[in-house]
């Protein structure tokens, strides 16, 4: 299903639930998500919600699934899964790397050199690998419904243009995780941890020269009044992504009938995977037009200088692997499996 019949699906389905809410009756199977962005966020509006309501509309009031914005129910975004895996929430849309150590396997995909523009050919290749059994591993105690990624991790610049390894040299760069740390250290710059919501302080007082952020980050947090410069390798090339669950409890998924799993699957499929990606990098496009109709110059590096950038972070692979190796996890094979699959699906998309 398209993303405008989805669209349009979703409000038909919003429509009829206000009219029949005087007549309601309590569901069968009523869940809480837990998240930790605002409502306004497309990933609640055009993400969750949508995805909510369809499975809703599909069990023909069977099913309720309230949603919890902005971490209501309490605790911090790094606790969504424990929240999950204790049951004091039903599903929770979370960020891996938020969660330190807990998903190793499936930090491949955070990896430079994974991410080659598509982010629903990202999805796809998660759930390839979840279905093969190899990514299923880090997921003890919850069941992850769909995965996915952002559009990536582009540079935005305060007052620098960057073309080049040596042009990061001794910036200040914020980063988004483990990963990203390593990415910014091997192209010679130097990294600050801080939350995104504190990015536009953080350059507006030079604490940061830039941030490793994606685009659709930008009009929510005004990040183009703050910077001059956005700039990704050619066709959205990326220096890595982050990825994200949405995870149901182990316990409460076993405990539902095989009719009730299968509208969660069926709305959780492969196609779902793709158009996840799509809403992404739909966002990615609106947030990058919001800075260049400001003036910001959107620098889309050439084959030649991204193969610098693509040098200089090779180390960072080689280290997740080795690190993958000590813990007893073929992380070779991890890693090109996934540059396999997001190449083929980047190929038919």
Not at 86 to 101: L, M, R, S
Not at 229 to 257: A, C, H
Not at 297 to 308: F, G, I, P, T, Y
Request: glycine fraction near 8%; charged fraction near 20%; hydrophobic fraction near 40%.
């Amino acid at each position: 299903m398209s993303i405008l019949k989805r669209a349009k699906y979703f409000a038909l389905g919003t429509t009829m639930s206000a009219l029949m809410a005087p007549f309601a009756w309590a569901a069968e199977y009523e869940f809480k998500l837990h998240h930790f962005l605002s409502p306004k966020a497309p990933a609640h509006a055009q993400m969750l919600e949508p995805w909510a309501q369809q499975i809703m509309d599909a069990s023909d009031g069977r099913i309720k699934i309230e949603i919890f914005p902005s971490m209501t129910l309490g605790g911090k975004p790094p606790q969504l899964p424990r929240q999950v895996r204790d049951g004091v929430v039903d599903i929770a849309w979370i960020v891996n790397a938020y969660a330190a150590g807990q998903f190793p396997r499936t930090e491949v995909f955070e990896l430079p050199g994974v991410h080659q523009g598509s982010s629903a050919a990202v999805n796809k290749a998660m759930r390839t690998m979840y279905e093969e059994g190899e990514l299923s591993k880090d997921f003890k105690g919850v069941v992850p419904l769909f995965q996915h990624v952002h559009g990536g991790q582009a540079l935005h610049m305060a007052t620098d243009e960057v073309r080049s390894p040596g042009d990061l040299a001794g910036k200040k760069m914020r980063i988004p995780s483990r990963t990203g740390a390593w990415v910014i250290e091997s192209l010679g710059a130097n990294p600050v941890k801080t939350s995104v919501g504190e990015i536009p302080v953080a350059l507006s007082k030079k604490v940061i020269d830039g941030a490793m952020i994606p685009f659709e980050i930008i009009p929510p947090l005004k990040i183009h009044e703050q910077t001059k410069y956005q700039i990704e390798g050619p066709n959205g090339k990326r220096l890595g992504t982050t990825s994200f669950s949405v995870i149901m409890n182990e316990d409460r998924w076993n405990s539902l009938p095989a009719d009730i799993q299968q509208i969660f699957l069926d709305h959780s499929d492969l196609e779902w995977h793709a158009e996840v990606g799509e809403i992404w990098d739909g966002a990615e496009a609106f947030g990058i037009g919001i800075a260049t109709k400001s003036g910001n110059e959107h620098v889309q590096l050439s084959e030649a200088e991204w193969a610098e950038f693509e040098a200089a972070v090779a180390p960072v692979v080689d280290r997740w692997i080795a690190e993958m190796d000590e813990k007893g996890i073929d992380g070779q094979a991890l890693y090109d499996q996934a540059v396999k699959l997001v190449n083929e699906n980047t190929v038919t998309n």
